[in-house]
């Protein structure tokens, strides 16, 4: 037990390292990479992300575009989402000098079988080979390499969670609610629209932490229901929507499991795909 305890902790340090390192590498791209890259693209609800790592599994690049045309996976606007990643592989290109072949890409767990491959559709009218279909809790679990652990994606839309166990996700699971909820919950606090609210949410520009609280909780109820009477060690949270303040707190006093937040959770998934 006090083994997996310490693996977990230095797969935690790995995965921060890589993190902080990874977030430097917005639209500029590390020198020294070494071997071939491997691609990864994420069509998320609130942005689509292009990633690549080098032989090593090192981050190499990031860029990112605002998209609309997935909604939890599901491809709402088809042809918005193939020119989101058409552009992103354009820059790519531009910035690494080298031909964005072919990539990764995920679908949040539970989505029926025909959305997913609508995934893949993107990235093949994009002009990208689809070399793996996954789902994000998986490859979240690509980057972090956690041995037993709870692995919760809190993205825009909905929120995935993946249980580990020795190093296997044994169960997946995908609810609704995310970042958006948290929007429209500061929206109807402040008496403001939802996207001055979600920018207030982003910059920081006043103190959130007693407004979300509860939208937090919510989330945390939801990984609660979704983990059922199993006993976990610990809970981590990755993806854009948990970066608000103290969300890791407010769910280890809720769920009375330790919690682990990640600097730039946003990144864990669409790095896994990469990885994937
Ligand atoms: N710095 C930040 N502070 C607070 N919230 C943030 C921050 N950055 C991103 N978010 C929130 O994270 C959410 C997007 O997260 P993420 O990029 O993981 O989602 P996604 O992958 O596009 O969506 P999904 O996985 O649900 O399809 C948005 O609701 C956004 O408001
Ligand atoms: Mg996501």
């Known amino acids: 037990m006090l083994k997996r305890t310490t693996d977990n902790a230095k797969s935690v340090k790995?995965?921060?390292?890589?993190?902080?390192?990874?977030?430097?590498?917005?639209?500029?791209?590390?020198?020294?990479?070494?071997?071939?890259?491997?691609?990864?693209?994420?069509?998320?609800t609130a942005t689509v992300v292009l990633t690549a790592v080098d032989e090593a599994?090192?981050?190499?690049?990031?860029?990112?575009?605002?998209c609309n045309a997935v909604r939890d996976g599901v491809v709402v606007n088809f042809s918005d989402a193939v020119d989101a990643v058409r552009k992103l592989k354009a820059e790519a290109?531009?910035?690494?000098?080298?031909?964005?072949?072919?990539?990764?890409?995920?679908?949040?767990?539970?989505?029926?079988?025909?959305?997913?491959?609508?995934?893949?559709?993107?990235?093949?009218?994009?002009?990208?080979?689809?070399?793996?279909?996954?789902?994000?809790?998986?490859?979240?679990?690509?980057?972090?390499?956690l041995s037993d652990a709870?692995?919760?994606?809190?993205?825009?839309?909905?929120?995935?969670?993946?249980?580990?166990?020795n190093g296997k996700i044994v169960l997946l699971d995908d609810r609704p609610g995310g970042g958006h909820h948290l929007d429209l919950i500061v929206a109807g606090a402040l008496k403001v629209s939802v996207e001055e609210a979600e920018?207030?949410?982003r910059t920081g520009r006043k103190d959130?932490?007693?407004?979300?609280?509860?939208?937090?909780?919510?989330i945390a109820a939801s990984i609660q229901s979704q983990v059922g009477g199993r006993t976990v060690s610990s809970v981590h949270l990755v993806g854009g929507a948990v970066r608000v303040p103290k969300a890791d707190e407010i769910v280890e006093r809720f769920l009375n499991i330790p919690t682990v937040a990640y600097p730039h959770s946003e990144l864990v998934t669409p790095f896994g795909i990469a990885l994937s």
């Open 199 to 201: 920018d207030i949410k």
């Open 208 to 218: 959130l932490t007693a407004i979300l609280r509860p939208g937090v909780e919510r």
């Open 93 to 145: 290109e531009a910035a690494l000098g080298i031909e964005v072949e072919a990539a990764a890409t995920a679908f949040p767990p539970n989505v029926p079988e025909a959305e997913a491959r609508a995934c893949r559709f993107v990235l093949e009218n994009a002009g990208i080979e689809c070399r793996v279909l996954t789902d994000e809790v998986s490859a979240a679990q690509m980057l972090l390499r």
């Open 14 to 44: 790995a995965a921060e390292a890589f993190l902080r390192r990874a977030a430097k590498l917005l639209r500029s791209p590390r020198e020294d990479a070494e071997g071939g890259l491997r691609f990864g693209v994420d069509l998320g």
């Open 57 to 66: 599994g090192s981050p190499v690049y990031w860029d990112f575009a605002r």
């Open 150 to 165: 709870v692995i919760v994606d809190v993205g825009g839309g909905s929120t995935g969670v993946g249980i580990v166990q």
